[in-house]
């Protein structure tokens, strides 16, 4: 099970990968074109914060394999470590697709909203496909059921093609889709810390400590008694 944060904001992703156990982080250019600021400088900017062998997925914005394939040589040769980049699933990215993964380039299939097209994806030579969840569900579309799909066909046709489920707005969203075998989520800082939050935790860890405190004081902890 993979944890990618769905940011490039820079604070975001320091204390995510100070706290929690972050796999990496995603990016597309709408994510990057809030930050407003210097692309490449701010990309290699979060590979320092996360290290080299932290995942960055980056996309592409060429709407032709050519453009694709150059983009992503030119990210490769700037921004080096475990790098993916992430093209469309048009029939110029999956043209793309193919000539990068025979290159030895990993990819991420983005903007999947079928089965059927993260199985081309995956035929093409993508190492992730990312359906995008909640997308599908504000267009009356099950994503949840489409994350499940994939991983199904994925594994019947054994692809070793993995499942990043993108697009969250709840942790709902975000647990059903774990349920159905997704293999990584992306998910910005609010939701993911939603998924470990409980008010039943926060009650049970005041009351440990005002039990404690009770007998032992205040000032004492488990190494000063």
């Known amino acids: 099970m993979l944890y990618l944060l769905d940011t490039a ?18 990016t597309n250019p ?5 930050e407003n600021i210097d692309f490449i ?20 914005l060429g709407s032709t394999a050519v453009e694709m394939i150059e983009e992503a040589n030119n990210l490769l040769d700037k921004i080096g470590g475990n790098l993916y980049i992430k093209i469309p699933v048009t029939s110029q990215g999956i043209k793309a697709m193919k000539h990068l993964h025979n290159a030895g380039v990993k990819i991420t299939a983005t903007a999947v909203f079928t089965a059927l097209q ?15 969840v909640n997308r599908s569900d504000n267009i009356s579309s099950d994503g ?23 697009s969250f707005m709840n942790v ?4 059903a889709s774990m349920k159905v075998g997704s293999h990584a989520v992306t998910l ?3 939701t993911f810390e939603n998924s470990i939050r409980h008010p039943l935790t926060d009650s049970s860890v ?4 005002k039990d404690w405190e009770d007998i032992y004081g205040k000032d004492k902890t488990t190494f000063n008694l």
């Open 41 to 60: 400088e701010h990309i290699l900017k979060i590979r320092s914060i996360i290290g080299q062998d932290a995942m960055i997925h980056v996309q592409v």
């Open 118 to 132: 993260a199985l081309v994806a995956a035929k093409a030579g993508a190492d992730f496909v990312a359906p995008y």
């Open 172 to 175: 709902q969203q975000v647990h």
């Open 144 to 166: 949840v059921g489409m994350v499940g799909e994939i991983v199904d066909l994925l594994k019947a046709y054994n692809f070793t093609t993995k499942v990043l489920a993108a």
């Open 206 to 209: 005041d009351q440990f400590v």
């Open 188 to 190: 910005n800082l609010d």
């Open 30 to 34: 709408t994510i990057i074109a809030k």
């Open 9 to 26: 904001n820079l604070a975001n992703i320091e204390k995510a990968f100070d706290l929690y156990p972050m796999d990496g982080v995603t």
